[in-house]
């Protein structure tokens, strides 16, 4: 993915196609389970959406190491599992979002407060357990259980996108982890039209365009990390102060 700045805009350009974090479903209605298809073999179409599991920082480490990439590195801090970051992704944006002054200083400090002030997390909702019946698989009894794990969607987006936390069980932990995703619909990409109805080719590209009008898509996303639990609301408060720091440096 790449992040620029034109005619006072935020642009961010991705591949068309499925590459780690990003990757292309399709599903009937915005609550449906999608579905990932191949960019290269199936259509894009009004179905099509783009999931990304966006992050907000990385550790230094890997920065050092040459693995990941960040334009804020100034300041860092001190993440909720011990490791030192900076800010990245999420956090780049939202910083270039703040120099636009696509959100002020001021709310920028507003939301750091309310962030901050935040008492009710995400991964604190109840896994609930189904039993339905007793089952038999080649002469083996089962007892039949359904475990839940919900998916929350946030839509009251300004342009179709929407914001999805996943409940997740932990795989080498006990627990769940909350899994943030920004879905971006076919339609809401700038250059939508050169794919409609056909499959990518290497050298595609997608341009998502943000700007005054939908920049509280990262205010949201700011928030919904927030809340996505204790550990999650501790580097979001941290970042947020550390992106303040910075902009009154180069002011």
């Known amino acids: 993915m790449e992040c620029i700045?034109?005619?006072?805009?935020?642009?961010?350009?991705i591949p068309a196609?499925?590459?780690?974090?990003f990757r292309f479903k399709k599903r009937k209605n915005r609550l449906d389970f999608g579905k990932i298809f191949?960019?290269?073999?199936?259509?894009?179409?009004?179905?099509?959406?783009?999931?990304?599991?966006?992050g907000y920082d990385v550790p230094i480490k890997s920065?050092?190491?040459?693995?990941?990439?960040?334009?804020?590195?100034s300041k860092h801090f001190i993440g909720s599992n011990g490791k030192t970051k900076y800010p990245y992704e999420l956090s780049e944006i939202f910083y270039k979002a703040m120099e636009l002054e696509f959100i002020t200083k001021k709310e920028v400090e507003n939301l750091f407060n309310e962030i901050g002030g935040y008492k009710s997390f995400i991964d604190e909702k109840?896994?609930?357990?189904?039993?339905?019946?007793?089952?038999?698989?080649?002469?083996?009894?089962?007892?039949?259980?359904?475990?839940k794990l919900p998916t929350l969607f946030?839509?009251?987006?300004?342009?179709?996108?929407?914001?999805?936390?996943s409940i997740q069980k932990q795989q080498y932990a006990s627990g769940v982890q909350p899994m943030v995703y920004f879905c971006i619909p076919l339609k809401a990409f700038k250059n939508s039209s050169d794919l409609q109805g056909k499959s990518s080719v290497s050298g595609d590209k997608l341009v998502y365009v943000i700007s005054?009008?939908?920049?509280?898509?990262?205010?949201?996303?700011?928030?919904?990390f927030g809340m996505a639990s204790k550990r999650h609301n501790h580097d979001i408060f941290e970042i947020l102060k550390i992106l303040l720091e910075i902009i009154n440096i180069n002011r």
């Open 212 to 224: 005054k009008t939908n920049v509280l898509n990262l205010v949201c996303m700011m928030k919904v």
């Open 126 to 147: 109840a896994i609930t357990v189904e039993h339905h019946s007793q089952i038999t698989i080649n002469g083996i009894n089962f007892e039949e259980t359904s475990i």
């Open 5 to 13: 700045i034109k005619e006072k805009n935020i642009l961010l350009i």
């Open 154 to 165: 946030m839509i009251e987006t300004l342009d179709e996108t929407q914001i999805e936390v």
């Open 38 to 54: 191949s960019t290269r073999e199936c259509p894009f179409d009004e179905q099509t959406y783009l999931e990304w599991q966006i």
């Open 17 to 21: 196609t499925n590459d780690g974090k």
């Open 63 to 73: 920065v050092k190491d040459g693995k990941k990439e960040t334009k804020l590195t």
